[in-house]
């Protein structure tokens, strides 16, 4: 059990939550998360958003019964929280790099560019985000990025310049990668999905998050959730 | 080991009655990264099938009120890449390990548990409840008949301790381990996953694409342990008991119930090192309420 330092509403639904405590994470892995009750019986897997001395940030969404109840925790509240889990993006990239994110896809996406900006100094790295409308959190993307693009209510993927980059992150609905993983395949691009799926166990036996790819069935929880695009597209 | 756990179940001897349910906790490695699982009494590898299977297509998982359903459809790698790649990490924990084993037809039940009990095995769970296996397919555990025929025939080919899991969703539950005991069973687990429902009401569409699924956790518990006593009373083989335990509370009421051990399933997933806690909460309530030993409780309460 740990405890919530804050739980901020903000546009569209998100809302940012901070859980006290000591954390470590590799940039893409997540925690489950769940707040005690009846209703929201499974942990809801999160991939972080940012990690501070005190604590881990997650940005989510309320979709659901499982995130209403999440999103009326309160400061001090207990939930209880486990991880991290799930493999992580690759540490030794090379060139310059643009992350790409849609939706609550953005949420893994400003850690890795704070752990990239730390491990990667000799790259570049473009952000490319595409959200519903303007939000607060937004712009705190450009605190790592060498150059950051917001697209408001269309598609983030057609302002792209592909062909600048060796290799791309991204993560956000299925036929945002997917298009990605084209363009990637075309100019020989590195490219890293981060997948979500629903979620029971979160370690990798239960089989519930399972996802079909050009090797066979992988486990997003274990397995990925970062996959190379081109074994799954 | 204290002692106060210990249990025999059939031949084995368990350091206490938790055992780990089929399709929770894979075949151990990845909670064995979590926490020293050899603390358990045993585990029950995912359900395995003569040949590999890949699942079903769709959502698999679905949350409801203390609970969920799955209708993850048996993915497995098939027994003969398990008995190759999974087996000797089972076998190295000392720990008993059971497998779980489970078919559409007669003939693959048969080929699988023969192949299986030709290892080193400590018991095979024949898994006769399966919800998910085929759309509209009812499990063989389901009718007198059907069951009365995997067992007789499974029972001619193998060599280890034979338990059948029941499925909740059988006609006559008592009647149905009757017949498992009469054909030879070695013991009896009980209860797999009831088989449920569930509806998108936006897209006005079932949720799964097998239409049902097994519903599972502390939503089925009182139901889980109402069978467990009917049962217990009129079977003499030993009964391990199943269905929504999530703390030393719940193991206690399904031995009072009658049942020599239990298996722990949809709580792993809500803390991963449930079956830590559990142990040691039991043994704090054995020695709290002053009993020397575990097997002093089972069947207490008629």
Not at chain 2, 137 to 156: A, D, H, I, L
């Amino acid at each position: 059990m740990a405890l919530i330092e804050y739980n901020k509403p903000l546009k569209s639904n998100f809302y940012l939550l901070k859980i006290s405590g000591k954390y470590e994470a590799k940039m893409g892995q997540f925690f489950m998360i769940r707040k005690d009750s009846q209703f929201m019986f499974l942990n809801r897997p999160m991939s972080v958003y940012d990690l501070e001395n005190d604590g881990v940030i997650f940005l989510y969404k309320k979709i659901g019964k499982g995130t209403t109840i999440l999103a009326d925790c309160k400061k001090g509240d207990e939930i209880s929280i486990h991880g991290p889990y799930g493999n992580n993006f690759p540490m030794d990239v090379k060139g310059d790099i643009a992350l790409v994110g849609g939706g609550t896809g953005i949420a893994p996406l400003f850690y890795v560019s704070k752990q990239l900006k730390k491990y990667c100094k000799n790259s570049t790295i473009h952000i490319f985000l595409g959200l519903q409308e303007k939000n607060k959190f937004e712009a705190s993307f450009n605190n790592y990025a060498d150059l950051l693009q917001v697209n408001y209510g269309g598609f983030i993927t057609d302002y792209i310049p592909y062909e600048k980059y060796n290799t791309i992150f991204s993560c956000g609905p299925e036929l945002m990668m997917k298009k990605i993983e084209k363009q990637a395949r075309k100019l020989n691009i590195d490219h890293y999905v981060s997948l979500e799926k629903r979620m029971a166990c979160g370690v990798g036996a239960c089989l519930v998050c399972t996802c079909q790819t050009k090797n066979g069935n992988k486990r997003v929880c274990k397995d990925g959730p970062v996959f190379r695009g081109k074994d799954i597209f | 080991m204290s002692g106060l756990l210990d249990i025999n179940f059939l031949e084995i001897n368990l350091k206490n009655p938790i055992i780990m349910a089929s399709g929770t906790f894979g075949f151990g490695r990845e909670y064995a990264e979590i926490y020293d699982i050899q603390k358990l009494g045993g585990i029950v590898s995912k359900g395995l099938t003569l040949n590999p299977r890949s699942g079903n297509q769709g959502i698999r998982v679905w949350e409801t009120s203390s609970g969920m359903m799955n209708s993850v459809g048996l993915e497995n790698p098939g027994i003969q890449t398990f008995i190759k790649n999974e087996l000797p990490f089972m076998q190295s924990l000392d720990l008993a390990h059971i497998i779980n084993i489970s078919g559409t037809n007669l003939e693959d039940y048969v080929k699988a548990c023969y192949k299986i009990s030709r290892e080193k095995v400590d018991m095979i769970e024949l898994n006769i409840s399966c919800p998910n296996v085929q759309e509209n397919s009812v499990p063989f555990g389901v009718k007198e008949t059907t069951t009365r025929e995997v067992v007789k025939e499974v029972k001619k080919v193998v060599k280890v301790p034979l338990m059948v899991k029941l499925s909740p969703d059988a006609d006559d539950i008592i009647r149905i381990a009757r017949i498992c005991e009469e054909e030879g069973a070695d013991a009896i687990s009980l209860i797999n996953t009831f088989k449920a429902f569930a509806i998108n009401i936006n897209e006005k569409k079932k949720i799964f694409e097998n239409t049902y699924a097994g519903l599972s956790g502390p939503c089925i518990k009182p139901i889980a342990l109402r069978m467990v006593h009917e049962v217990a009373k009129q079977v003499k083989i030993p009964v391990m008991g199943i269905g929504g335990i999530v703390d030393y509370q719940d193991v206690l009421e399904f031995l009072m119930a009658g049942a020599r051990a239990v298996q722990i399933g949809t709580a792993n997933f809500i803390n991963p090192k449930v079956g830590e806690i559990i142990i040691k909460d039991l043994e704090n309530y054995l020695i709290s309420n002053d009993i020397s030993n575990i097997s002093e409780i089972i069947g207490i309460v008629n």
